[in-house]
């Protein structure tokens, strides 16, 4: 089984690619998703979080996002520090979900695969992509958030081109229709390719 790794940048609409991907019959593995789950789940995870973070870290027995987000987009060291507690709790659940999946290739949706290094363990990567305005628009709509905000988080990430010269396959996610086509398309390519190996 092939482990493709689906990225893009914040706003570029990988979760909207990705379920595209689960409609045709491919496993989806939400990085993000399955981090914020054991966020709040793991004692482990939690007890680290409130030695970083302090007792703010959670609220209600729940992890306290606003406060976190505040303190690691102002911080590079304190995200780097959060990522090396969760990341690898993230990479031994993946490895559990992986060995119950059947299927020719599996994607792994990350939003920082590039940055924290996982590209290195994937088959294939599928970078998503979107114009800045429409990008923008998006999470103006979807978060309750600022331009700066934005901006800051997008600082955070490597940049487009940097992410496509590693990828073999590109994804332009402005309009839903061509995107679709192009999820078939890829999804498509990658059946071709695994068989023929």
């Known amino acids: 089984m092939k482990i493709v790794g689906l990225t893009g940048g914040i706003g570029s609409g990988k979760t909207t690619v990705a ?3 689960n409609k045709l019959g491919v496993p989806i593995y939400i990085a993000d998703d399955e981090a914020k789950k054991l966020m709040n789940r793991s004692k482990v995870i939690k007890r680290k979080l ?15 996002r606003p406060y976190l987000a505040k ?16 990341h690898p709790k993230v990479a031994q659940h993946f490895k559990r979900w992986l060995k119950k999946q059947d299927a020719p ?8 695969l590039f940055e924290n290094g996982s590209y290195k363990h994937c088959d294939y990567i599928i970078t998503v992509t979107a114009a800045i305005d429409t ?5 103006l709509k979807r978060d309750n958030t600022t331009v700066s905000k934005i901006e800051a988080i997008m600082n ?3 940049k487009d081109e940097e992410k496509i010269a590693l990828s073999q396959y590109v994804i332009y996610n402005d309009i ?19 068989i023929s190996l």
């Open 19 to 21: 379920k595209e991907f």
């Open 50 to 64: 409130i030695a970083l973070f302090g007792e703010d870290a959670y609220k209600n027995e729940k992890l306290n």
């Open 71 to 86: 303190l690691i987009f102002n911080d590079e060291s304190l995200l780097k520090k959060m990522n090396a507690i969760v």
């Open 105 to 112: 290739y599996i994607i792994k949706e990350v939003a920082i």
């Open 135 to 139: 990008r923008m628009e998006r999470l």
């Open 156 to 158: 955070n990430q490597w």
């Open 176 to 194: 839903l229709e061509d995107t679709i086509f192009q999820v078939q398309k890829t999804h498509n390519e990658l059946l071709k390719s695994i």
